[in-house]
T-cell receptor
Framework: QKEVEQDPGPLSVPEGAIVSLNCTYSNSAFQYFMWYRQYSRKGPELLMYTYSSGNKEDGRFTAQVDKSSKYISLFIRDSQPSDSATYLCAMSPSGSARQLTFGSGTQLTVLP | DGGITQSPKYLFRKEGQNVTLSCEQNLNHDAMYWYRQDPGQGLRLIYYSQIVNDFQKGDIAEGYSVSREKKESFPLTVTSAQKNPTAFYLC??????????????FGAGSRLTVL
């Protein structure tokens, strides 16, 4: 079993929809949680960064961490065609990038 | 603009050949990393370097080599010993220590295809 599981999709939604992307994990030591967005043939870019449990909001994006369930989510409100990308979750037990574990990514398409 | 430059963007190689992928950063980050990305799999760490003239094996270092002679540069050589080298390779960097030390900045990637 992988340490981090992420549904690969593909996921297609109409413009304006609310999108929910999720990752589950098995390592209870994970404390730092990130979401990266990766456009086709590009490198990932950091979208959201959270520490421990709780919610964090940034514009149309909300990251949610439930450590008791070992489950993290990224919500995108009012989705736009420009949100079409692959979304990678990543998590780490410490402040070291060396220990990051990535999910396999969910491919999202927002249809105009 | 600060960032990471990877070259070449696309590379084709015959079996048995070594190839070197370039990675240059102007972010003044101490730490640099090489990842491999394959369909359906998470990013896997090949090598990382926390300081000039020092580097450590990651989870899948076999068949790869690196050097870190300058802070700005961290080239990756894919040797003929790498059994399945066709992949998308990503270089990344981060600050060393402190808040945000686990946040990676990535380059645009290099796609290697072995013919």
């Amino acid at each position: 079993q992988k340490e981090v599981e992420q549904d690969p999709g593909p996921l297609s939604v109409p413009e304006g929809a609310i999108v929910s992307l999720n990752c589950t994990y098995s390592n209870s030591a994970f404390q730092y949680f990130m979401w990266y967005r990766q456009y086709s043939r590009k490198g990932p870019e950091l979208l959201m960064y959270t520490y421990s449990s709780g919610n964090k909001e940034d514009g149309r994006f909300t990251a949610q961490v439930d450590k008791s369930s070992k489950y993290i989510s990224l919500f995108i409100r009012d989705s736009q065609p420009s949100d079409s990308a692959t979304y990678l979750c990543a998590m780490s037990p410490s402040g070291s990038a060396r220990q990051l574990t990535f999910g396999s990514g969910t491919q999202l398409t927002v249809l105009p | 603009d600060g960032g990471i430059t990877q070259s070449p963007k696309y590379l084709f190689r015959k079996e048995g050949q070594n190839v070197t992928l370039s990675c240059e950063q102007n972010l003044n980050h101490d730490a640099m990393y090489w990842y491999r990305q394959d369909p359906g799999q998470g990013l896997r760490l090949i090598y990382y370097s926390q300081i000039v003239n020092d580097f450590q094996k990651g989870d899948i270092a076999e068949g790869y080599s690196v050097s870190r002679e300058k802070k700005e540069s961290f080239p990756l050589t894919v040797t003929s010993a790498q059994k399945n080298p066709t992949a998308f390779y990503l270089c990344a960097s981060s600050i060393q220590g402190g808040t945000g030390a686990n946040v990676l900045t990535f380059g645009a990637g290099s796609r290697l295809t072995v013919l």
